[in-house]
């Protein structure tokens, strides 16, 4: 009985993104499909920094990679596009497994900077080698597909990564990522061994950044270019992260859809205009949510769930 | 009592430490300064490239201890620092537009991103202050892309140009072609970490502000006002921002809102590499730092200009593996 609550909230959401293809135009259905698009990458994010406390700035780096990874495969093997979404996943668990063991020494700040720094570098990677990563025109995959394909694919696998991020954070490994975050030398004592819990949840999320790159990718006519996983892509997945807050479907859905629909809605302000709106809404709203709204969306239903309670 | 005596010794001792590296990292200053004067007797070009390096490495300097600032006073790293450097950089350029000369411009920035910094501090840094770094960052993080599209929707995202400070002639030592615009930019670099380093070492205000960096309870029960000389430490870290802006100007020839994007990258190279906690660490690495790149992608063909980036990142992430005190720092003790 005690889940009846979230079960019903679930089904609400799965039956509104089932029926939404049916009503949408399809621009719309694409803006929604960009919202599951990073529905996975916030999920991945928020397994990273909520549940464990470990900072990363730079998880459009590991999109980038998982979205090369499709691009590539496509275009040299003509691979199933979703075994590429799998092969992306496989990869980016094992680059933040690797990235992840410098973090086993850095904390805070330092694992900002380290994490900030990759982002800023891999963009560069494909410049240096053109040949084999495109270059600046970037590469593209061998065919492309419809915005239904995306849409589809996306909420099935932000469901799928929804209930294994589920599964991961309910039991044992939730609890020792928490501990991870509440105090270091307590979850050592408690007998949570540092080193695998910290790699293993960089990991994971890690991971959900690479299936969201590929999905990324295919959702730009399968091209995968340096210029669209700059920096700010990174900065933009944090804060929808931080919008978010922490451990609830709504909030990770509102953060996504902050991000994913943002550079649409913005482009329509009417003073700021259409190239910048976004930026400056972006930061705006990250300041001032940071500042009101000191545990995301998902603290303020939590606050509200607890005005109603009393 | 007996802790508190105890991290008061430990605290000169770490003073000590300071002033004073340890054996291998002054074998490390030295050899590489030795390496550096034999290179440039041999060879023009590796003179050439070691005057650009330092030139460059003047900028990285200026910022990573605009960081280092901050770092010290708050233990956060402000990822806005150089988007405010550009944004700095940019009111530098309005001003010359509304006709004033560049230095009279120059110096009217300083001030403006003094207020900038501080004002910035006292509305949206301390009250997430006290909350996580976690949170901390983010708020950074939220203003470097604020400023970078309030700069883009003010000014628009083309080149600017702007005069350049120190004309275009060049010196000629023993045939290398040193342009002046190098040495400006080292000379006012060097000109503005001296000014700090006197304010912090000779006034109150600079000993206030080392206070509530150090140990900001004891600061506060003898009178000094923590909060603010955290926010003016903010302003200055700030006023150094601009001097980094506004010497990477002319050295790229034109400004861009990304003016200040790998500059920024460079500087946490720098910072990490002298040790967060340590400004003549910062000047030290920032040179460091920018020698090493110019002479890296001079002679290293596998390492091209596109992996100026990725080599910092690895500098950044080698010295956090093996060092993460940096070549100045000190180790950090936690307390559990």
């Known amino acids: 009985m005690r889940h009846l609550p979230a079960l019903a909230s679930l089904l609400v959401v799965a039956g509104v993104l089932v029926a939404l293809p049916f009503i949408l135009s399809d621009y719309h259905v694409s803006l929604v499909a960009q919202v599951g698009i990073f529905f996975i990458a916030v999920l991945g994010l928020n397994i990273l920094t909520g549940y464990t406390g470990q900072i990363s700035i730079g998880h459009g780096a590991f999109m980038a990679i998982g979205g090369y990874t499709t691009a590539v495969l496509s275009r040299d093997h003509h691979t199933n596009l979703v075994v590429t979404m799998l092969v992306a996943f496989a990869i980016c668990f094992v680059v933040g497994l690797i990235v992840g063991l410098p973090a086993l020494r850095l904390s805070g700040v330092y694992l900002a900077l380290v994490t900030f720094a990759l982002a800023v570098s891999i963009p560069q990677i494909p410049l240096q080698y053109s040949t084999f990563l495109g270059g600046s025109g970037g590469v593209q995959t061998s065919k492309t597909v419809s915005n239904l394909w995306i849409y589809a694919a996306a909420w099935t696998a932000s469901a799928i990564l929804f209930v294994l991020a589920w599964l991961i954070l309910r039991g044992r490994t939730g609890r020792a990522f928490r501990a991870v975050r509440d105090s270091e030398i307590a979850a050592v004592a408690s007998g949570v061994e540092l080193p695998v819990y910290k790699t293993l949840a960089f990991g994971i999320s890690a991971a959900y950044a690479g299936v969201a790159g590929s999905l990324f990718v295919l959702a730009t006519n399968g091209f995968a270019q340096p210029s669209e996983f700059d920096v700010f892509l990174s900065l933009e997945l944090l804060i929808g992260a931080a919008i978010a807050g922490l451990g609830s479907l709504w909030g990770i859905l509102v953060g996504a859809a902050f991000v994913g629909l943002l550079p649409q809605v913005s482009s329509s302000v009417p003073v700021i205009g259409v190239e910048h709106g976004r930026d400056v809404v972006f930061g705006a709203a990250v300041v001032l949510v940071m500042l009101l709204l000191p545990d995301g969306f998902a603290g303020l239903l939590a606050r509200l769930r607890a005005l109603r309670n009393a | ?336």
């Open chain 2, 1 to 336: 009592m007996a802790s508190a005596q105890g991290s008061a010794v430990a605290g000169f001792r770490a003073r000590g430490a300071e002033l004073a590296p340890a054996g291998a990292v002054a074998v490390f200053l030295v050899g590489g300064a030795i390496f550096l004067l034999v290179g440039c007797l041999q060879s023009t070009t590796f003179a050439r490239l070691t005057v650009e390096g330092l030139a460059s490495g003047a900028v990285f300097s200026s910022l990573a201890l605009a960081l280092v600032l901050v770092y010290r006073a708050s233990h956060i790293v402000n990822f806005a620092q150089g988007e405010l450097a550009m944004l700095t950089t940019y009111v530098a350029y309005q001003l010359i537009q509304w006709g004033l000369s560049y230095w009279e411009a120059f110096f009217a920035t300083l001030a403006i991103a003094f207020v900038l910094g501080t004002v910035l501090q006292v509305a949206l840094i301390r009250p997430v202050l006290h909350r996580s770094v976690i949170a901390t960052v983010i708020v950074t993080v939220g203003l470097f892309i604020l400023i970078d599209g309030v700069v883009n929707w003010i000014w628009g995202g083309d080149f600017k140009f702007m005069p350049s400070p120190f004309g275009t002639a060049s010196f000629d030592v023993g045939g290398v072609v040193i342009p002046h615009l190098y040495v400006g930019m080292v000379a006012v670099v060097l000109a503005c970490v001296a000014l700090v380093w006197a304010l912090f070492r000779f006034t109150k205000l600079g000993l206030g502000m080392r206070a509530a960096a150090l140990r900001p309870a004891a600061a506060a029960l003898v009178g000094v006002r923590v909060d603010r000389m955290l926010a003016v430490g903010w302003g200055l870290a700030a006023v150094l921002g601009a001097v980094a802006g506004l010497m990477a100007e002319p050295s790229q020839l034109f400004l861009s809102p990304t003016l200040m994007q790998s500059i920024l990258v460079y500087a946490f190279a720098a910072a990490v590499l002298g040790g967060l906690e340590s400004p003549a660490g910062a000047v030290v690495g920032g040179l460091t730092i920018g020698v090493s790149l110019s002479l890296v992608v001079g002679y290293v063909p596998a390492i091209s200009s596109e992996l100026q980036l990725p080599f910092a990142f690895a500098v950044l992430l080698i010295v956090l593996l093996i060092k993460p005190s940096g070549l100045f720092g000190r180790r950090e003790v936690r307390r559990v």
